[in-house]
């Protein structure tokens, strides 16, 4: 096959972006705007470097970052985005409720739901961002995950974990938490994760990026 002209994989790329679903985020969240004043920070951005170093050696292992809201998961977790979708690699962005409410909708029309599931699970990478948050109203309640969401979002996970097909996963629900919810779900990601690439950050509300300010 010829090699492909400048123009093209330029075109190719802007595609890629386009067909992401992060938008305007791929510009703001990188890794050169990452901050990282605090050990956690550090631990999560090297994390996050050797990660990458190991996809690009051929690794398809997934990344998963679980901590408290304005922790920096969207942000880390978009970066590692778009170095991906830099190296060619197809990224396909998507917020936990849309897929549960996606798959939800078309649960009665099989064939609509196995498209739908379809479109969902092939991407290269599978970005699904802020697990269960919609069934958490306060960080220290108890949540009240509906079973048939958790079906909805095992079924994808499992997809993706039977056919060795790397995940970029986002939760509120840090890991402690997580196993008392649904020990099949942690358990795959764990794995997925080279038991490596998954970071919990224990809550500690001085991490709330959004809530830090300058003190005069
Ligand atoms: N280390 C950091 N350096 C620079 N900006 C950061 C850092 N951590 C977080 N931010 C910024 O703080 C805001 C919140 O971060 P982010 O959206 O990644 O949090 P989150 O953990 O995904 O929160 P939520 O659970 O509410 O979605 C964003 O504007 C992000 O760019
Ligand atoms: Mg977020």
Known sequence: MGKKCKCTLLKEAKARLDKSGLGDLLETRTFENYQVSGEYQKFIKKTAMEYLES??????????????SGVGKTHITTAISKKL?????????????????????????????????????????????????????????????????????????????????PILLNSEIHFERFTNIDQAIIGRINEMCNYKYLISIKPDSSKNYRLSKKSV
């Open 55 to 68: 996809f690009l050696n051929g690794d398809n292992y997934s990344f998963s970052i679980l901590g408290q």
């Open 85 to 165: 979708l830099d190296m060619g690699v197809g990224v396909k962005y998507y917020i936990a409720d849309e897929i549960i409410q996606n798959l939800q909708a078309c649960k009665f029309d099989e064939e609509n739901y196995n498209n739908e599931f379809n479109k969902i699970v092939r991407a290269d990478v599978l970005f699904i961002d802020d697990l269960f948050k919609s069934s958490l109203t306060n960080y220290y309640n108890e949540e009240g995950i509906k079973k048939e969401d958790l079906r909805e979002i095992f079924k994808v996970i499992n997809y993706r974990y039977n056919k060795k097909l």
